[in-house]
T-cell receptor
Framework: QKEVEQDPGPLSVPEGAIVSLNCTYSNSAFQYFMWYRQYSRKGPELLMYTYSSGNKEDGRFTAQVDKSSKYISLFIRDSQPSDSATYLCAMNPGGSEKLVFGKGTKLTVNP | GAVVSQHPSWVICKSGTSVKIECRSLDFQATTMFWYRQFPKQSLMLMATSNEGSKATYEQGVEKDKFLINHASLTLSTLTVTSAHPEDSSFYIC???????????FGSGTQLSVL
């Protein structure tokens, strides 16, 4: 079993839809959880950074962490064509530990 | 967020030549930088961890002599692909942390094409 599992998609939605992206993990030591957005041929951009279980909201983005289920989600409200990108989840136990990335989900928002 | 600058954004070179990629943290000091490699439609693969003033720590399977990493200052790390071959063609991305346990910010990546 891989440490982090992420459905690669692709996922295609109409503009304005609510998008749900998910990752599961197996290592209970993971404490820090991140979501990155990566446009084609660009470096990943940090979208959300969370530590505890629960929800964290930033504009149209909501990150959700359920440590008991080892499951994290990223919700995008009122999705826009500019949201079309690959979304990567990442996590680590904290400290100087390296990040473990999911494989990424390719999202296309159609106008 | 913190800014990480990476240059060049793309480079084409002949087989057998060496290529240097620079990664700079513009508005913070980064004691640790990371180098990743990414193949099309694949996730990021960590190549090495670069610590300022000390030798880099390479991941298993990454050739130290082919991928030379130097972290001479708190704001600059370089990756040199030595004697590049077509199989080294890939997207290389650097990243830096603002501190231990802190957020990781990425450069814009370098597309290397070896002819």
């Amino acid at each position: 079993q891989k440490e982090v599992e992420q459905d690669p998609g692709p996922l295609s939605v109409p503009e304005g839809a609510i998008v749900s992206l998910n990752c599961t993990y197996s290592n209970s030591a993971f404490q820090y959880f991140m979501w990155y957005r990566q446009y084609s041929r660009k470096g990943p951009e940090l979208l959300m950074y969370t530590y505890s279980s629960g929800n964290k909201e930033d504009g149209r983005f909501t990150a959700q962490v359920d440590k008991s289920s080892k499951y994290i989600s990223l919700f995008i409200r009122d999705s826009q064509p500019s949201d079309s990108a690959t979304y990567l989840c990442a996590m680590n136990p904290g400290g100087s530990e390296k990040l473990v990335f999911g494989k990424g989900t390719k999202l296309t928002v159609n106008p | 967020g913190a800014v990480v600058s990476q240059h060049p954004s793309w480079v084409i070179c002949k087989s057998g030549t060496s290529v240097k990629i620079e990664c700079r943290s513009l508005d913070f000091q980064a004691t640790t930088m990371f180098w990743y490699r990414q193949f099309p439609k694949q996730s990021l693969m960590l190549m090495a961890t670069s610590n300022e003033g000390s030798k880099a720590t390479y991941e298993q399977g990454v050739e130290k002599d082919k991928f030379l990493i130097n972290h001479a200052s708190l704001t600059l790390s370089t990756l040199t692909v030595t004697s590049a071959h077509p199989e080294d063609s890939s997207f290389y991305i650097c990243s830096a942390r603002t501190g231990v346990g802190e957020k990781l910010f990425f450069g814009s990546g370098t597309q290397l094409s070896v002819l």
